[in-house]
């Protein structure tokens, strides 16, 4: 089974300085995707970034970028110029391609809390 | 607007009344799933629909049902809540096909005394 692992489950940053946050995944597949998603204090889930595995480019969406290593099981998240409105919890996720029945469930690690520091 | 409408967005309950939380999409979406979040536990999937009429359970679906009759609605029900179903629920949609990211409502806190 696919398990997704967040290892820092609170994280600190001055506003407009660079964080990283660190997700690793165990899977056997070799075609999936990956998601991280933000979770402000309005407890809307926003979709932040998405990486299509087959994919070697990193993928980048203005300040949010990811560093996808495929061979070392990591999608680590960089948040660039750090905003106060950044802080919230940020969710890595999982999942498998929906075919042969699978309904491509997404697959959550447990979360890191970021905090930004004015 | 694109978007996933849950209701209601709070409700407070009693162990044993049957319960209704609303989800419906208007962005013609395939897939549909319920999820519950629970601190320390990250998000889980209940169940899930991949079409009208097609349900199957996620990972956590004892005490819950589902149905699927149209394409925009996707009904969660809790036929006797009792106190372990107090959480976060989130109804979630996305498109068929290869790398779409699922799209949330703003969840449902249930709390069940």
């Known amino acids: 089974a696919q398990t997704v692992t967040q290892s820092q489950p609170e994280m600190s940053v001055q506003e407009a300085e660079t964080v990283t946050l660190s997700c690793t995944y165990d899977?056997?597949?070799?075609?999936?995707?990956l998601f991280w998603y933000k979770q402000p204090p309005s407890r809307q889930m926003i979709l932040v970034i998405r990486?299509?595995?087959?994919?070697?480019q990193n993928a980048t969406e203005n300040r949010f970028s990811v560093n996808f290593q495929k061979a070392a099981k990591s999608f680590s998240l960089k948040i660039s110029d750090s905003q106060l409105g950044d802080a919230a919890m940020y969710f890595c996720?999982?999942?498998?391609?929906?075919?042969?029945?699978?309904?491509?469930?997404?697959?959550f690690g447990k979360g890191t809390k970021l905090s930004v520091k004015p | 607007e694109a978007q996933v409408t849950q209701n209601p967005r709070y409700l407070i309950t009693v162990t044993g009344k049957k319960l209704t939380v609303t989800c419906s999409q208007n962005?013609?979406?395939?897939?549909m799933s319920w999820y519950r979040q629970d601190p320390g536990l990250g998000l889980r999937q209940i169940y899930y629909?991949?079409?009208?009429?097609?349900?199957d359970k996620g990972d956590v679906p004892e005490g819950y049902k589902v149905s699927r009759k149209e394409k925009r609605n996707f009904p969660l029900i809790l036929e006797s809540p009792s106190p372990n179903q107090t959480s976060l629920y989130f109804c979630?949609?996305?498109?068929?096909?290869?790398?779409?990211?699922?799209?949330f409502g703003s969840g449902t806190r249930l709390t069940v005394v």
């Open positions: 979630a949609s996305r498109r068929a096909g290869r790398g779409y990211g699922y799209t």
């Open positions: 990486q299509e595995a087959y994919k070697q």
């Open positions: 629909s991949m079409n009208v009429e097609v349900t």
């Open positions: 899977t056997s597949e070799s075609d999936y995707y």
């Open positions: 996720a999982y999942r498998r391609p929906n075919y042969g029945g699978s309904q491509g469930n997404l697959i």
């Open positions: 962005m013609n979406h395939e897939y």
